[in-house]
């Protein structure tokens, strides 16, 4: 079985900086996609950032883009999302998920981790 354990989430200030960490196990990781999303209160679960198997595609939602990074290091089966110049818009729940090719869609990850908070306080 494939787990994804997500950590780094807390509470930040506005303009604050996170780094969200996504530790894989039970699956060969280098040949996987990695994604983030994420899911503020009462809205749907968005994309916000992927990762190619690879490390040499990454896609960005527009919102995010040039203030986060996706980056993973297949050495240690871990994706990273770093979290800079956070906004109170930032706040949801960000879930970590890997799939066998890099999208910008849920429905391409067959494996979610659990969820970690991020709360970004204006």
């Known amino acids: 079985q494939v787990q994804l354990v997500e950590s780094g989430g807390g509470l930040v200030q506005a303009g604050g900086s996170l780094r969200l960490s996504c530790a894989a196990s039970?699956?060969?990781?280098?040949?996987?996609?990695m994604g983030w999303f994420r899911q503020a209160p009462g809205k749907e679960r968005e994309f916000v950032a992927a990762i190619s198997g690879s490390g040499l595609t990454t896609y960005y939602q527009d919102a995010v883009k040039g203030r986060f990074t996706i980056a993973r290091d297949n050495a240690e089966n871990t994706v990273y999302l770093q979290m800079n110049s956070l906004k109170p818009d930032d706040t949801a729940v960000y879930y970590c998920?890997?799939?066998?090719?890099?999208?910008?869609?849920?429905?391409?990850?067959?494996?979610w981790g659990q969820g970690t908070q991020v709360t970004v306080s204006s």
């Open positions: 039970g699956r060969r990781f280098s040949r996987y996609a």
């Open positions: 998920a890997t799939g066998g090719s890099v999208s910008t869609t849920s429905r391409a990850y067959d494996y």
